[in-house]
């Protein structure tokens, strides 16, 4: 079992739109509730879901409805947030284009001045901070395009395991991975 860590915040890129739209509620329910149990145990109360890669036209409209019709989710603009008996707040995002995300952001703030801390702010919502730790199910030689803003401050880890794979063992290693990692924030060795 993964001890209690400084993860406040977890973030999963797994899977595509399309992926997502033929995963049932059944297995919906399964994969949230490992995710969030793994958020928990690590010491976190917040976890994000966002897909590697696909279009919305891929399925995304259905996921969010079998999301908030069958596993207890409630809108939040174009994201579906899902409260665990564990205490954690997941949030799942089927938009896969992160430039897209940012671009949406930019117009919901309108003409008022952007700030990084204002995008970092909106784009995280509803949660109330950045991740802290991305885990990425794919090859480690490609970032996927869902993530564009996330990878400025957060540890990552690459999983080659497939989303239709996805279990606790592999939460559990990446979250064990991050707790021995000594986070620079962008920094550099001297």
Request: hydrophobic share 45%.
């Amino acid at each position: 079992m993964v001890s209690t860590s400084n993860l406040a915040h977890l973030l999963l890129c797994a899977g595509t739109v399309a992926e997502w739209a033929n995963t049932d509620a059944a297995q919906w329910r399964e994969r949230l509730h490992l995710v969030a149990r793994a958020t928990h145990t690590g010491g976190g109360a917040w976890a994000t879901i966002v897909p590697y890669s696909g279009v919305a036209s891929d399925g995304a409209d259905r996921v969010q409805t079998m999301l908030v019709e069958q596993c207890a989710g409630l809108r939040y603009g174009k994201r579906v947030v899902v409260h665990s008996d564990d205490g954690v707040t997941l949030v799942v995002d089927p938009l896969a284009d992160g430039r897209r995300r940012i671009a949406d952001v930019v117009a919901r703030l309108g003409n008022g001045a952007i700030s990084e801390q204002r995008m970092s702010s909106e784009l995280a919502a509803p949660a109330p901070g950045e991740p802290d730790l991305i885990v990425v199910l794919g090859k480690p030689t490609r970032l996927p395009v869902s993530l564009v803003w996330e990878l400025a401050y957060a540890e990552l880890v690459f999983l080659d395991a497939p989303w239709g794979a996805l279990d606790s063992e592999h939460l559990e290693m990446a979250i064990d991975d991050f707790r021995r990692r000594d986070r620079r924030f962008g920094g550099v060795d001297s």
